[in-house]
Structure formats: C-alpha cells, structure tokens
C-alpha cells in the first residue's frame, strides 16, 4: 500500500514547513499574547489544519495492491454432427465414453458444435447437427473466454467440414493450444461417394445439356457404378462408370436436353452398390434455368449482293437460328416487307454492308437506338456501306469507328492477333489460327479505323507477307452489351475454297457461329434475380433466400419492397425481404416441411412494378454430413501443430487432463489487483480538518483572543 501525490512529495513537505513556520509566526504577535503550552498547541492545531489542506491540494490517492489466482479453464469442444453416428460401432459411443471418464473439474468448460458452438453439459450431447464448422466454433470460443484465463480447447471431432472456411488459417493466430482428440479411424468403410455435380446454371430448350459427374469409393476397386439423372420423378439420363482407385475420382459424362422455358430441378444418383456405409452421400439435386432454345436474328443488307447470300445462307442452316432478313431496295423500301415493328423481339442484329445509300435516316435510327438498347450487333462491311452515316449511328454501339474515312478499297489477307488465338470466337473455327492467313484476300477500305474503349482485335490486317496494327476483325464488351465487326467485304470467297483449301472449308461457318454464339452470349440482365441460398436443405435447418435489384441500367436499387411467394409442400408462404445494402436483400422463411419448392419474388418502388424472379429449391435429407465417412486426422493434426497443441488419443483424455495439470498447463495465472482511493472522497478527513480548526477555536477563545 502507498499514498500517490499528484506533485513530487518533497514539495509537499516544504509546503507544510512553510505552513508550519507561518502558524508559529503567527500566535506570537496575538492580542493577547499566547506563550508556553498554549501558544504550542495553538501552532500544532492549525499546522495540522494547513497540512491536511495541502495534502488534498496535491490530489492524493491511496492505493493499495493485492495479489491473487486467476482459476484455470479449459474449454472442451464437442463436435455433434451427424457424421459421428455413421458406421458399425459409431465414433458416437467412443466420445460419450471418454468424455464420461473425463473427472469432474472446476476448470472444464464443454460447448456442443455443430453449424454453431454453445455450451452444453456432457450428459446432453445429441449427435444431430447436419452441418460442421470447426472454424465458426473456435471463433466462438476466443470470443467467450476472451480476457479470462483460458489455457487450451480439446476439440473433439471427426474434423469432417463441411460448411464455412478452413479452420487450418485459424488455428495459426488463435491465442491458446488447440488439443484435438480425434474421433473415429481415417480408414473409411466401404462406400460411394457422389464427388461433384458441374453443369452450366443456364440452358436452351431442345439443346443438349452436358452433365460432368465425379465420383469416388472407398472399397469398391474395379466395379462399376450406374450414374442417373432424374427430373419429376422420370429418368432422362443414364449411364454408367468404371470406378478410379480408391481416393481417385472417375467421372461420367451425361447429356440432358430441357424441354420448355422457366427453372428445372434434376437430381443425380450413384449406385447404390451392395454393403456401402451410407448412402446418403449418393445423391445431389441442381437447378437449371431453360431458356427460349431458338435466337431470333435480323439480318439487314445495303443490297442484293454475295455476301448477303452467304451470310444468310450459313445463318439459316443453324437450327437454333431463327432468321429474318431485309435488303434494301430504295430509301423506306426492302424487298422483304418494312423492318418488323418489335426489334426488341430479336437477339441479334447482322447488318451487312448497311446503311448504304439508299438507307433512310429513321430507320437507321431506329436500328441504332435498339443497339444502343442492349441488342447485340454485327457489322459486316460492304463496299456499299456509308460509312459517315455508320460512325454518327452505330460508332457508340461497334467496336470500332471511322476516323479518316476514305472511299478506295485494297485486297488483304487476315492474321490471328494473340488475342484472337485466346479468343473462343477463333477456336469454333476448328483451324489452327496460324493458317487463317491461307485464306483468300478479302476488299478491305483503306478508311482509318480507330478501337473503341473495351474494343479488341481479334484478326489483323496482312498485307505483302506483313501483319499491319490494322483490324479486319474486333469484338466489344461494353457492359452487358456485345458487339462485333468484320471490316472486309468478300466473304463469299471463304464459303467457295479451292480444293487445296479445303481445311479451310468450316472456317466461315465456323466463324460466323462463334460471332454469334459470343454477342448473344447469355448475360443476365434480370432486373429482380431471387435465389435460394442453397439448392437443398436440410429438414432441420432454416431456409434462407437471397435477393438483388436494379434499374434497367443495372443500378442497384436500395429502396424497394421485394415480397416472396413460397408455394410446394402445404399452404403458400409469403414475406417480405430486408434490405442489407447495395441492392441486396435477404430473408428468413424458417424451417419448412420436406418436398420440392417455388419461390417467387416481385419487387416495386414508390408504387411502380420493378420486375419479378422464380428460384427453386428442396427441403430434405441433405446428407452432407456423410459425404466423406471417416475422420480426417490430417486436419486434425494440423490444427493441433499450427496452434501449439498436440493429437491426443479419444481413449486417454482422463490421463492426459491429469497429466496437463501436472505439467503446470492449468496452473492459476497470477493476478494483481490494485485499488484506487483518492483521499479526498473521504468524508473522515474532512472531518478531521473541521475537528482541528473547531479545536483551534475554542482554545483560542478561552485564551481570550480576538
């Protein structure tokens, strides 16, 4: 214990001499005068007084210090998946078994984990959990016994994760050894396990659909497996695998073909094989949405000409092509009828040496503001083609536009650019892009054309056995919006090779459909898009659902009501979404009864209807939990390594405990305590002071003094 002072204590000492000496000085020039005894006890009283003053003045606190034992704890983690009752002789028993050896210490903690940690009594431990992350449950544990004298976590699990991010990043900062008891054998039994499931999010009706499927086993060398893919309950794909070795992944390769528009749900399943552990692992549901198979193209020519011929004829022997064509005839006239009055109904707009001549400013305009609109364009150049008008209605909307337009034309072959060999319009070409420079010449202007932000060269101007930094091919992204132009005009001559050329033969259709495949390219424009966040849940779990919303210029929009309609299993559900930021919104619909489920979300603002969305998802048995039977010892010990911990058997935790305690690994940690007192919060020392000075008083008044 000791007094602190604001000021350096000498200064209070010098100060009370001071105050002294004053005192002294003063009762010796009284009326009347004070001597001997009194005039001793007079000065005492009063220094007294003045030193007690002072000694506040100086701020005085008395601390006093005191030291004691922080009690040791350690918190004990108990993974309570479902994946520890899998398997003949679950890990289940052998951790209720350990744990109920374990003595009954002050300085254990136990918390149950699963998707979440809470603390939880060994007695109680449910082994339900459908989900398991280990990371989550550290976090909780740094997060409860922060500031307190936590000396280790025993985690006790299969170390099987199977949702959040990889505890191994952890465990390297976490602030205590992580002991980890693993639970079960890495040996898994024999089993199938459904590895992967990858497709495309998006398909076309009547189109082909590939499916990559993986799959692993454990026990199973050298048989094979049958792979299905069903939707409503009818099988629309099968085939079967030759199992990889175990630990490998074979894979088998489907093809579905959706039939109809909107959102389709398929479920894929391997096996079952005979004397697998589980086989809840061999199944995995995903979700397709089907668009409109056919794209609707509007082929526009300056005039009758070959490569109007040839463009159309390969456009219409695609299949998937819907083709519509207009060439001009005079100003306001086409052969084939007026320009069709919805030009938002198409996908892609081809024009092929338009606008020439004879092309009347309104309907160049219109052709224009629909590109400017989002509709995706391809230019071909003819020798008929104005380029004035081109650059003032379409040079926003091209990759390139004229800057020095010129009127003669000059024969040149193309060169691949090295990002047109990367590029997958050149690779549907089926030709090594090094001998596209066989191909015959084609009219090139000799106008200067210059790239527009975004714009890329995919084949080069070659000229005289050199490649000129000139483009006879470029391609645009300009947001969502695609374009591309072939600054040439002869392309009819790629269509009638000499026989020598016949390798070249699929270059022009190839080419074309690469065009075509890459500007109408799916991109998702949707104003309101609704997603489940998963595309099965668990019978257990709380379905959640996520949201965007955006203008028609894909702002995000923060302000809007967004209402979900859940239909499937028993009555519809309806509720609101929460804004989170940035045009996101997400909801809570709780647990939901198993079966197959709709979504459907419509979002207004400020009264006016923003668009609307459909998701699909499944409530169930998901299983993840038995993906992968067996313990993962690997992570395990590293998560013991990386936090200065160390694998300890399930079956020796009680010896271990004790052995840790005897180690000096759950001793008390010292703690001092110091206590603050500022003297002046004492009302006895004030008091004394009033006591002193009331003494003095009276002294002096039955002395006689004034």
Not at 195 to 221: C, F, H, K, W
Not at 266 to 282: F, H, Q
Not at 286 to 310: E, I, K, M, N, Q
Not at 423 to 452: C, K, M, Y
Request: proline residues 7%; aromatic residues 6%; contains cysteine.
């Amino acid at each position: 214990m000791d007094l602190a002072l604001a000021a350096p204590p000498w200064l209070l000492a010098l100060c009370a001499l001071l105050a002294a000496a004053l005192a002294w000085w003063t009762y010796g020039r009284t009326t009347p005068t004070v001597t001997g005894w009194r005039r001793g006890v007079l000065t005492a009283l009063r220094s007294a007084a003045l030193f007690l003053v002072l000694l506040l003045l100086f701020g005085p606190v008395w601390r006093s210090i005191s030291a004691s034992g922080d009690a040791p704890l350690l918190a004990v983690l108990v993974d309570e998946s479902e994946s520890l009752t899998l398997g003949v002789g679950p890990p289940e028993a052998a951790v209720r078994e350990a744990l109920g050896a374990l003595p009954d210490d002050d300085a254990l903690r136990f918390y149950g984990f699963g998707a979440d940690a809470a603390p939880v009594s060994r007695d109680s431990l449910a082994f339900v959990d459908p989900r398991t992350d280990i990371a989550s449950a550290l976090g909780r544990i740094e997060a409860d016994f922060a500031g307190r004298n936590l000396r280790g976590v025993l985690l006790v699990s299969d170390g099987r994760v199977t949702q959040g991010r990889s505890p191994a990043t952890l465990a390297e900062r976490f602030p205590v050894p992580i002991f980890t008891a693993v639970a079960g054998d890495s040996l898994s039994t024999r089993d199938i396990q459904l590895a992967r499931v990858v497709t495309n999010e998006i398909a076309y009706a009547g189109s082909p659909l590939p499916v990559r499927v993986g799959v692993r086993q454990q026990g199973y060398d050298g048989q094979t497996v049958p792979v299905t893919i069903a939707s409503g309950g009818a099988v629309v794909a099968r085939t079967s695998v030759a199992l990889a070795p175990s630990g490998a992944e074979a894979t088998a390769e489907l093809d579905i073909t959706p039939s109809g528009e909107g959102l389709r749900r398929y479920t894929v399943t391997v096996g079952p094989l005979a004397g697998e552990a589980t086989t809840r692992n061999n199944t995995e549901t995903f979700s397709v949405r089907v668009l409109s198979g056919a794209r609707r193209v509007l082929l526009v020519g300056a005039g009758p000409g070959p490569d109007l011929v040839a463009m159309r004829s390969v456009l219409e022997t695609d299949r998937q092509l819907r083709v519509t064509t207009r060439t001009q005839r005079s100003p306001g006239q086409f052969y084939e009828g007026p320009l069709p009055a919805n030009l938002t109904a198409f996908d892609l707009l081809v024009l092929v040496g338009y606008p020439g001549g004879a092309a009347s400013g309104a309907e160049v305009e219109r052709l224009a503001e629909a590109a400017r609109g989002g509709l995706a364009t391809l230019f071909v150049l003819g020798t008929q083609t104005d380029l004035a008008t081109l650059g003032r209605s379409f040079g926003d909307v091209l990759p390139v536009e004229p800057a020095q337009i010129r009127s003669a034309f000059v024969e040149a072959g193309a060169a691949a650019t090295a990002a047109g060999e990367a590029h997958p319009i050149l690779s549907e070409t089926g030709v090594d892009p090094a001998r596209l420079q066989a191909l015959p010449p084609l009219q090139i202007s000799t106008t200067r054309w210059v790239l527009q932000p975004g714009a890329r060269t995919l084949l080069a101007v070659r000229r005289g056995g050199q490649t000129f930094d000139a483009p006879l091919l470029a391609v645009r992204q300009q947001g969502a919006v695609r374009s591309a132009a072939v600054l040439g005009t002869g392309l009819w001559r790629w269509r009638t090779l000499p026989p020598d050329l016949d390798v070249l033969a699929p270059v022009l259709s190839g080419l074309t459909s690469g065009l075509v495949r890459w500007t109408t390219a799916v991109r998702d424009r949707r104003p309101v898009r609704i997603r489940a966040d998963r595309a099965l849940f668990d019978a257990r779990e709380r379905v959640t659902l996520s949201g965007e919303v955006y203008t028609e210029t894909l702002e995000p929009v923060e302000d809007a009501e967004v209402a979900l309609t859940i239909r499937g299993a028993g009555a519809p559900v309806e509720l609101p979404m929460r804004p989170v930021g940035n045009g996101r919104y997400v909801a809570d619909a709780g647990s939901l009864a198993p079966g197959s489920y709709t979504v459907e979300g419509v979002a207004t603002a400020r009264g006016a209807r923003l668009g609307s969305d459909r998701a699909v998802f499944g409530v169930g048995e998901v299983g993840v939990e038995f993906r992968e039977p067996g313990a993962d010892v690997g992570l395990m010990r590293l998560l013991a390594e990386r936090s200065g911990g160390r694998t300890v058997p399930l079956d020796s935790l009680a010896p271990w405990l004790a052995g840790l305690r005897e180690a000096g690994g759950l001793a008390d940690r010292p703690v001092e305590r110091v206590e603050e007192t500022p003297l002046l919060a004492l009302p006895w020392l004030l008091a004394i002071i009033v006591a002193l000075l009331t003494t003095e008083w009276v002294v002096r008044k039955r002395a006689g003094m004034v």
